[in-house]
């Protein structure tokens, strides 16, 4: 294994466990007693998010459409000289088949309902449809000319999590390990990987979104 997957799977790693762990902390606060992964349930709660509902209804039902009919991942992916709007329709196919599939869609079921609880419907959309569309743009301009999946913008929405805990949280070592987070998005980056491109543009988000907001101007 050469030094650029060592890298490359490192920072996947660092991700996944340091995600994992601020995940963890946003579900089970306020119910300290419960376990992680029933607190994640818990993120479903009444009133049911809409946003992330819509985005794991949509992903569903592009996958068993792109499963019954694999065309449509060529007619919507990624690829050289594509024309722009691929940077939108790639992030509505999973180009690497059902590990791909599965993995985000699990993910998006964790990470989404607590964006949405955390910042609201319309930002956790425009966290995610920004960080997606600009990772697969950097990706069409030269880093991965084909492909798909929503992965980077997955990647989005970690990222912001990430730096607005890192701002805002109320755990001080969690809030320091939450910065390795938009770190590990630079080297990838740096490794010409398009989730870094996710990592960092969601971490800039969460960077806006965990800034207070200025009271009026006295008139």
Known sequence: MNMHSVLLYGCA???IVSGIQLLATLATKGCEEMSPPLALLRAWRHPLPRVATGLVATMVVLGVAQTAAPAMIDALERHP???WWRAVTALMV???GWFQLLFNLAALAMVAPLAERQFGSWRT?????????TA???SMAGWSLQGGGDSVAICGLVGALATWYAARGSVVALRRVALVIP???LV???????????L???SALGVGLATPARPPLAV
């Open 13 to 15: 790693v660092v991700v």
């Open 81 to 83: 000289h594509g024309a």
């Open 94 to 96: 999973q180009s690497s």
């Open 125 to 133: 959309l425009l966290v995610f449809t920004a960080s997606g569309v």
């Open 136 to 138: 697969q743009a950097v």
């Open 183 to 185: 770190a590990a998005g």
């Open 188 to 198: 990838l980056c740096l490794l010409t990987n398009n989730h870094g491109v996710g």
């Open 200 to 202: 960092l543009v969601g």
